[in-house]
């Protein structure tokens, strides 16, 4: 769907794409983002992607890449294709397409495990673009371009079962009855069962898990600031979009990851006991991350409301926003404007941005940890407690980056604490932007208030909201329930 389709997205509607999301999912813009990211930021932090070039355009320079490595294979792409189709490996200059456009690569010549070339099928979860939040299955597959049974491969074969836990029905007799054609049936393997394997023959399996982390987190900033200029354009919540992406990742022979190509619509089809194992669960973990709302029927039939909606605020219904308490509304722009315009942040600067919440504040955490008790067998990779070091990646940052990045560096050890902490917020109303006597309104620090005219931060907004938030401000004491409500945290969204 175009980007301006997302427009039609009603707020109690989920689609599940992003607009934009083509910009990793096509092969040429793929490579274009990450080699943008490797100019910007060097070689030791985006050296994940083989070297490409896309024609026409490339031409000049694949012909001096060519010339300058002898007996070098090449891999040829159409840059918007799926399921292999139009692929193919060449070594000669005149084995190249006479087609247009192409996307041409160095060929992994490689791989770990000599003899068998394999990728990692590698499910990847985005839940929304700002804040950012992405989650990795816990399993996958493992795909093999052919399927030779050595001694170390037939020994994974009869451990297989074993290995992943993995009970076929006793009607599928054949599949008991040979263990090997269970863990290469079709070419492909488990992921957990490759992890076993490796681990076995004395290879840190985990530390290739966390390298794969890394590439898919870095991967998805690459597309972050086009797919969140969209979102603002055309999309109303952050709740309307969510995307399940299709990693193809390769280990080379010292077991370094690269990123072959990304999927925005990946196969779900389950022709297979092994499919069904791992998708399956995939799925059902997938659904109840969505967290999908039942709308009220007031909202389902109500025409799109006159009240603007942030990207951020996600309010329960479009009035919500409205009803914000105008201190609040004002304490909450300048909050950002005073994380976003530092120079040079450092560690103690934005760990203050948890000192003082505000009632969009909470309810971003509130979305976040309620979604994260429902992960199921995905881990969420961002925001982590390390997550901060991504921070610098992105294109430009985004006050909600940091406060759910602090927020785990936190809490992350004591979730019960933070979630706590967050519950008696709630109970208040505070994040409903109700004032009350114990809910502080966030201001500038007092050194600020005193700069001149032309600081950024005050120049952001007008200088009736600047003094508004530099003197006292009359607070409302609102009624309260007697009883504290129960978790979830979900339900006061």
Known sequence: ??????????????????????????????????????????????????QSFILPQDAKLLRKAWESSSRQK???????????????????????????????????????????????????????YDPLRIYLFSDGLVRFASCKYSPSMKSLGNKFMHLTNYSVNKKNAEYQANAD???????KWALKALWNYLSQKGVNSDAIWEKIKDVVVKTIISSEPYVTSLLKMYVRRPYSCHELFGFDIMLDE?????????????SLHSNSPLDISIKGQMIRDLLNLAGFVLPNAEDVISSPSSCSSSTTSLPTSPGDKCRMAPEHVTAQKMKKA????????????????????????????????????????FERIFPSH???????????????????????Q????????????????????????????????????????TVSKDDVILNAFSKSETSKLGNPVPQRTVRTPAKSPAFPLRRYL
């Not at 794409?17 to 490797?38: A, T, V, Y």
């Not at 190509?261 to 990946?266: A, G, K, L």
């Not at 955490?365 to 994260?372: A, G």
């Open 1 to 50: 769907m175009k980007s301006p389709s997302f427009r039609s997205i009603r707020e109690h509607q989920k689609l599940n794409h992003f607009p934009g999301s083509f910009q990793i999912g096509r092969k040429d813009r793929l490579w274009r983002n990450l080699s943008r990211m490797q100019s910007r930021f060097g070689k030791n932090e985006f050296s994940f992607f083989p």
């Open 74 to 128: 090449w891999i040829v792409k159409p840059p918007a294709s799926a399921r292999g189709i139009g692929i193919q490996v060449i070594h000669k200059w005149s084995q190249l397409p006479k087609r247009r456009p192409l996307l041409v690569q160095r060929y992994l010549h490689k791989p770990y495990l000599s003899g068998s070339k394999f990728d990692l099928r590698i499910y990847v979860y985005v839940t929304s």
């Open 181 to 187: 054609e269970m863990a290469c049936q079709g070419h």
């Open 254 to 266: 010292n077991l370094k990851p690269w990123v072959l190509e990304v999927n925005i619509s990946p």
């Open 338 to 377: 005073y994380y976003l315009t530092q120079k040079i942040p450092d560690q103690d600067f934005y760990a203050s941005v948890l000192d003082v919440l505000t009632p969009d504040d909470v309810r971003i955490l509130v979305e976040m940890e309620d979604e994260f008790s429902r992960r199921g067998q």
């Open 386 to 408: 390390i997550s901060s070091r991504y921070l610098r990646f992105f294109e430009q940052p985004r006050y909600f980056n940091i406060l759910t990045t602090q927020w785990e």
């Open 410 to 449: 936190k809490y992350h050890g004591n979730k019960l604490k933070g979630v706590d902490l967050l519950r008696s917020w709630c109970y208040k109303g505070f994040h409903m932007g109700v004032v009350s006597d114990s809910a502080p309104v966030w201001s500038l620090p007092t050194t600020l208030l």
